[in-house]
């Protein structure tokens, strides 16, 4: 008897992966069997931070030197937690969360702003940082947003480097202009030398190759609360978190001219590309799926994804039919409160082969048994 098979939904929908191949020429419609399989899953890390599990997290910062200075943590269904709260004014204080080294590329967290403004005299910002391990220096991409006492909040890309003690140089590679949400995605790409590209929502607001970072891997990721606020704690939330390879998802093997596309369940196409002369298409999930899935979802699809992404998990498929994401039994409900960017499901499938893709003018729908 077959298992019952567990849909993954974008906004209740189902995750279809399709590949086809057209001959113009020839006026055929058939199709072989064909078998998709995971060659390289493309996630390195993730953490859906609403389990209030921090173990994997070491936490820091300045704020636990500074005389006067507090902080403090805590994780629940609403996400990760930082507060700060300076010791003297005008002083700068921070804490954050900090990764194990990491061989990834890709950086994505969901960050809340929770102040649109701050007191007379006072800042804070709260963002994602990718850094070199390094101790002797500090040199890092941060996407941020910034609250102040002298206009609206705002939010930036920057480049900072300096010493092992302090950050002396600051670029701003990217600042908002207008109106901005309180919470939205950040994504940093970069291959620590000269190539960033930044996704502030779904939009790419840093798109260059011709930077001098000099930021040596591996890196450490940071999730960072920092003010000069003396008049409460300052607090900042994280959901979301994931680590990849890269942003695309590689399918090799399948016929030249062929087509590989992410389908809803209706029959929408999220993203699509064309196999090449060699078989190869490649498709980029972040810039298409971005934002796709902020209907959120409770804990336990966060952990559903993990289990989906892991690495031991099987991504073959059977027998034609829906090529449908699915794990066991496990029943995954929408909900209206936060869910994980897809972005690092497809990105965990970063390479993918079609074996046996003798086919002609069909597409093949197939099962992912995840399981």
């Avoid at 890390?45 to 994997?56: F, K, M, P």
Wanted: charge should be neutral; aromatic fraction near 8%; hydrophobic fraction near 35%.
């Amino acid at each position: 008897m077959e298992r019952p098979r567990v849909v993954l939904a974008i906004a209740a929908s189902a995750i279809l992966l399709l590949v086809s191949a057209f001959v113009p020429a020839m006026n055929i419609t058939h199709a072989a069997p064909g078998d998709v399989t995971q060659v390289k899953s493309g996630l390195v890390a993730s953490d859906s931070l609403t389990t209030g599990n921090t173990s994997s997290w070491t936490f820091g910062g300045e704020a636990t030197i500074l005389p006067g200075a507090k902080f403090t943590h805590s994780e629940d269904a609403q996400g990760l937690h930082i507060g700060v709260q300076a010791g003297a004014p005008s002083q700068w204080a921070g804490f954050y969360a900090v990764t194990q080294n990491t061989t990834a590329s890709l950086f994505h967290a969901f960050i809340t702003l929770p102040y649109a403004s701050m007191p007379k005299g006072e800042e804070y910002n709260t963002g994602i940082y990718v850094q070199t391990s390094n101790k002797n220096m500090i040199n890092y991409i941060g996407c941020l947003a910034v609250a102040w006492d002298g206009g609206p909040y705002f939010w930036t890309v920057n480049h900072s480097f300096g010493p092992a003690d302090q950050t002396t140089t600051i670029e701003t590679l990217y600042q908002s202009n207008g109106t901005m949400p309180l919470a939205q995605d950040c994504t940093i790409i970069t291959n620590g030398n000269n190539f960033l590209k930044v996704y502030l929502g779904g939009t790419v607001v840093v798109n260059r190759n011709n930077l001098t970072l000099s930021i040596p891997p591996p890196f450490n990721a940071y999730l960072e609360v920092e003010t000069t606020s003396t008049s409460a704690m300052r607090n900042g939330t994280y959901t979301d978190y994931y680590a990849t390879l890269g942003e695309d998802v590689t399918v090799s093997g399948a016929p030249p001219g062929g087509k590989v596309q992410i389908e809803d369940s209706s029959g929408g196409v999220l993203v699509s590309s064309t196999a090449n002369d060699t078989g190869v298409a490649t498709l980029n999930v972040v810039h298409r799926l971005h934002g796709l899935e902020r209907d959120i979802v409770q804990p336990t699809r966060a952990y559903w994804f993990r289990r989906t992404l892991d690495p031991r998990c099987s991504a073959k498929i059977h027998e034609p039919g829906e090529a449908r994401v699915g794990h066991g039994r496990r029943r995954i409900i929408s909900h209206s409160r936060g869910i994980p960017n897809l972005g690092r499901l497809f990105s965990a499938f970063s390479s993918l082969h079609l074996k046996r893709a003798s086919i002609i003018g069909a597409r093949i729908s197939k099962n992912f048994p995840l399981d």
